[in-house]
């Protein structure tokens, strides 16, 4: 009795949206075809590699069968619960006069979290449905208990996968669903070989030392960090609209540069601050500062000048208060603002670094890139808000950056040296198939060529020195500073109306 | 519960999509929306179902705003959309039970609500149905049953009727019926309005996002036959701008209670319908009377069908002849015809 109790809590407990979701993935045919599918395959590669083993080899074939085993999990995990959640999602939201997050009284964090919780159970699923494989595996040797354990590195990295289907689902537009698939596809090149390595080296080591769970240990705050980035885009997608949508994403931007600490401590506990790398403070703090800065701006060129009568209402009456919430609340305002001060953080360092020769250029090429994009930013708000052009912001900022910076780079990939040894249709080819990786592999490549300079920085036609940074400062300094009447103004809007004799709702009607 | 549509306005780009619309109306009635095609009606009650976000103006259900306190609201309000549910790989039953779930009902109750809504829907034999495999005047019971499984008090219904067969409407127009008995207020539109005229206690038509009028139906029909308006009961068709159209008729004091006017045709011999005129209009429960040709009358007569059987056979016993003897149905499309242009935005 006490047994049934337990589990008819427990069943009530659950968030309706996971029980859903579960539900779907168990009565799915192309999920039951597929996992059917994937045994099958499975069996037959096992029985293959347990007829060609023999027991005087060194045991090469545990290895390889153990890491086809986890590759062709990790495929599936990807094609069900990352492109599978997007579809689902992506179906369910398209639906604009059934869409439940609108019609219930279901929170838009349940629906998320609820999503991500399928997701989970089904990777789970999937991978403990693979266990007899790769107990054969262990069983074909080669295979240390390190080897098995950098599945724990595969978890993390498939999480969010799931999570980018959901983030990308949350749109219900198709557009989105091209450019997921897009994603998915380019970061083949980029994420598996990187997986590959990292495998590789774990599975080289032999034994569970320290170095190995600080290395699975930095990956999960990684994933971590970056889980619950996509989590809040997520949710601040799906949250109703003119709600205070962005509020939790840009409160966890900014406390983002502070939270990679945490990352470090890891690393500098264990190593000490002798050990300790000198250059990783600085690049790690740069990267999230970076990056904080960067997904603050893309809100930005989205967002409205103004809010909603219902994020108004929730704003506190003291001045403090009040500019608090409206540097938190949706709105460019507090985006652009809020990203300006992030962006304080690594040039009040920069000066300070203690980087060797080809780091200081790095950082400096990187933050003048960014630099340059916050000015893009700016300068499309200013000719979306503060012109009678007819242009969107997020169009302009398209315009910018594919004038600045995309077109630029094109000759310099096409004429890269790695790349020269190819034929000109192959490169134009490779660059269209995966630009990021051509893009990262060109930067990387110009740096090294040129040492104590950086890429240039896109719209300002300057090679990148340490002069140049502050001038691209200046510049979109100057460019904020004529955004700053729109901002003044949107200040003074930011306060709670008297809705007066607008009651709220009584505990009866809150009750169900 | 009253429900009460406040100077609404939704703008989309430079279309007007609902201009300025007032009106309102009370619990344990039915109510029609009307309105050509690409007049505002889904626009609006997607509002009203707080799926949508009023330019200016507001809903307020017992004065609580749909526009700041959307969540509350939702626990009270059903909504049933023309499109129907399209989920793949979910029972009828799990998709109930989801939706009940998200409305924070849990164990015993949850049960109860479902088996409840089952039975009164008929959804029994369609339980473990997937909702792909349903046809579509199952999955408007579906839909339906979905709509009503918090037990709202106001259930507001896009074009219920659109598709179904005539045994279906038969279907739905009864569970209306025992919906509006049970004390919930009901908002459809429909393009049957045939329909509407048997089951509504109100409407209101809107063109171009426009209100052109609202009422109870009698005073609709009234105004299709030329009649004039009983003393007693307010005016509410065509309201100004910031005044609400009150569609139970609450707002003058004391409420007036307003009979369904029947409208009838009698013929009559050739140059014999001015006496029957004159017979009909001595009976106080006659609202209107006129005269077409000379061998046609049409009538509204207040009351039930039996009262309207009295005052027709008040002409009987009088000795006049009467050939035929018809209750006219389209009183309510008559109206919509002749006050609509059927203009698109």
Redesign the interface.
Known sequence: MVGKAFF?NLG?SLN??F??EM??YF???RMVIFMGLLLIVQFIVALFFASAMTFDTDGSEGVAFFLLIIFAGAGLSVLLCSIGAEQRFA??RS??????S?????KPSAVILGKLEGAMVMILCIFSMLLPFLTAAYFMRGLSMASLLVTLYLFPILVLYALAGIFAGSFGQKWVTVLFFVGIFNSAFGIVPAAFSIIDELMDRGSLDTSFWIAVLVEYEIALLLGVMLFLLSLAVVS???SNRLLPAKAYLFALPFLSLILMLPYYIIYGPADFPPDAFYFIEFAFCFFSVAVLGIIAIFEMPTN???VY?KCPLNFIGRFLHFLFSTGFSGSLILAFLILAIPVAMYPFGDLSGDNTSQVCGFLCILVSFLGYVVLSLVLSWRTKLPLPAWLWMIIFEVAGNVLSWIPVAVNSGEMRGIPFPVRIASMLISPTYCFMETIEESVASTPGTAPRGGFFPLTITHHALFWSLAVAGVLFLILLPAIVKAFRMHRRPD?G??????KE??K? | MKTEVRNLTRVFGKTVAVNDISFSFEDGNIFGFIGPNGAGKTTTIRIMATLDLATSGDVFYDGVSATLYPEAVRRVVGYMPDSLPGYKDIQVWEYLDFFARSFGLKGAERTRALDDIVEFTNLGELRNKFLYALSKGMKQRVSLARALIHNPKVLIMDEPAAGLDPRARHELRTLLKILADQKKAIFLSSHILSELQDICDGAVIIEQGKLLSAGTLNELLAQVNGAPMPPPAPAPAQPQSGETADLSGAAAPPPPVMPKGVSITLKTPRGEAEPVRLKLLEHPLTRSVDLFDDDEVHAVIEGTDAEVSRVVGTVFAAGLTVLSFTRNQMGLEELFMKITQGKVQ
């Open positions: 008819e009530e309706p949206v029980i859903k539900r779907q009565q799915n045919r179906e369910e639906d604009k006069e059934l869409n439940y609108m019609l219930t009284t279901l109703p609209p003119k909603s009568i219902r209402l809705t004799a607008v009651k709220p709702p009584t009607m809150l169900k």
